[in-house]
Every structure is written in structure tokens, then in C-alpha cells.
């Protein structure tokens, strides 16, 4: 299955944006999908997964009660909606699939493995 994030740019703090996650190749319906950000010099990170029917959400502390991680399977599309933006969250976001139905919850990355391009974010102060 094939990845492409999209709907970055460039927003004020404070701000909202909503970057979307399409699956092309094969339905990607049954997998838990992660969104992961790398800011320069900054190690990978997951931000937030959800299960394949969206009954579980994993989010990183950074962005609780900010970020929300949705999905339309009918789209076979996941999203992230980003609220109260601030410069720190500032880097690259991409989407991963786990090629199961859950994330392992004791850590969300575990098994992650199919992933594409991503689409830059960028907070400005």
C-alpha cells in the first residue's frame, strides 16, 4: 500500500490546519495508521494512531487536546486535525500503516511500516 500525506503549509500560532493521509495500491481499511512528524534535527516521532475502525485513538502528550486523528474508510483516507498550533510543532508529517487490524499500545510506532511522502508544516511565532 502506498502513502501520500497532504494539506501542510504554513500557519500562525494559534492557528489550525488538517493534513490528510491517502492509501493507493490496496485498502488499507483493516490497518491502524499512525501520524509521525521529524522536525530538523529532531529524532521521528509518533504523533497520534488509530485503529482500523477508529474505536481506539493513541496521541502523544505533546498534543493532547490539540490534535484529533480521524478516518473515512469509504475514502480510504485518515487526517489529522491540528488545533492551537504552536512553532514547535513545526516539521514534516507523515502517515504509517500497520498491516493490522490495532496498534500495540505499549508502543503506537511498533510495526508501522508502510509510509510515504510527507507534507511540511510550518508554525510561525
Known amino acids: 500500500v502506498q502513502l501520500q500525506a497532504s494539506g501542510g503549509g504554513l500557519v500562525q500560532a494559534g492557528g489550525s490546519l488538517r493534513v490528510s493521509c491517502a492509501a493507493s495500491g490496496r485498502r488499507f481499511d483493516s490497518y491502524a495508521v499512525g501520524w509521525f512528524r521529524q522536525a530538523p534535527g529532531k529524532d521521528r516521532e509518533i504523533v497520534a494512531a488509530?485503529?482500523?475502525?477508529?474505536?481506539?485513538?493513541y496521541y502523544v502528550d505533546s498534543v493532547k487536546g490539540r490534535f484529533a486523528i480521524s478516518r473515512d474508510n469509504a475514502k480510504n483516507t485518515v487526517y489529522l486535525q491540528m488545533n492551537s498550533l504552536k512553532p514547535e510543532d513545526t516539521a514534516t508529517y507523515y502517515c504509517e500503516a500497520r498491516e493490522h487490524p490495532y496498534y500495540n499500545t505499549a508502543n503506537p510506532s511498533y510495526g508501522m511500516k508502510y509510509w510515504g511522502k510527507g507534507t511540511l508544516v510550518t508554525v510561525s511565532s
Open positions: 488509530i485503529t482500523w475502525s477508529g474505536d481506539s485513538r
